[in-house]
């Protein structure tokens, strides 16, 4: 079986591509909402949160940051990971997140979005949207971003432990690092850390088969 190569153009090039843009354009703005909400936000922006609490840096760009330090283990454990989804992700979504925010703070009344009963509202349309939009970009075939790499990476190099299982765990690891820094834990960092993994793997299995 020959080994992916990095920034692979797989079959239905143009139709992923347009997937994975469409993917990570709708996290970055679930997520900019979500950082607005009392409920957290998915473990890995938390952790880049948990880092904007010590770095001079704008929410995206520590999330690049926390990006980029992942790339090297995942250049040295398995480039053909890395595509043009890698790219997608690492700096459309935090940016995109930022983006929407600075939108946000002068479209809506201070403190609008923080209402309860807004929040309460909103929360699941929001919730859905995010964790649809993660699984289309990762099931466009195009590459992931470092840290949702890593996890496929460990599952493919053994078979004792399940993708879905290793995901799990993998996300509770940066939710706790994040709560270290600073960072909010809320019901939504606890939903998506036992249940992003089995979303991503249940939808990214449908995508493929459509995709066949």
């Known amino acids: 079986m020959m080994k992916k190569k990095w920034f692979e153009r797989p079959p239905h090039f143009k139709k992923r591509l347009v997937m994975m843009l469409v993917g990570v354009f709708f996290q970055g703005f679930g997520l900019s909402l979500l950082r607005q909400f009392d409920f957290g936000t998915d473990p890995c922006a938390l952790f880049a949160a948990g880092m904007a609490n010590y770095l001079p840096f704008s929410f995206g760009t520590c999330q690049l940051?926390?990006?980029?330090?992942?790339?090297?283990?995942?250049?040295?454990?398995?480039?053909?990971?890395?595509?043009?989804?890698?790219?997608?992700?690492?700096?459309?979504?935090?940016?995109?997140?930022?983006?929407?925010?600075?939108?946000?703070?002068?479209?809506?009344?201070?403190?609008?979005?923080?209402?309860?009963?807004?929040?309460?509202?909103?929360?699941?349309?929001?919730?859905?949207?995010?964790?649809?939009?993660?699984?289309?970009?990762?099931?466009?075939g195009l590459g992931s971003a470092p840290y949702d790499s890593l996890?496929?990476?460990?599952?493919?190099?053994?078979?004792?432990?399940?993708?879905?299982?290793?995901r799990m765990c993998w996300d509770i690891g940066f939710t706790v690092g994040g709560v270290l820094m600073g960072a909010h834990l809320g019901l939504v960092?606890?939903?998506?850390?036992?249940?992003?993994?089995?979303?991503?793997?249940?939808?990214?299995?449908?995508?493929?088969k459509l995709l066949a």
């Open 65 to 140: 940051l926390e990006n980029l330090v992942m790339m090297v283990f995942v250049l040295g454990l398995d480039a053909s990971y890395v595509g043009f989804g890698t790219l997608g992700n690492m700096i459309v979504v935090g940016y995109t997140s930022d983006f929407f925010s600075w939108i946000w703070k002068i479209a809506l009344p201070a403190g609008f979005l923080s209402q309860k009963t807004v929040e309460w509202i909103l929360i699941l349309p929001v919730l859905a949207l995010f964790i649809l939009a993660a699984s289309v970009y990762m099931s466009a």
């Open 151 to 166: 996890p496929f990476i460990l599952s493919e190099r053994q078979k004792k432990v399940s993708f879905r299982t290793l």
């Open 189 to 208: 960092t606890v939903i998506m850390a036992f249940f992003l993994g089995p979303v991503i793997g249940a939808v990214r299995a449908k995508i493929e």
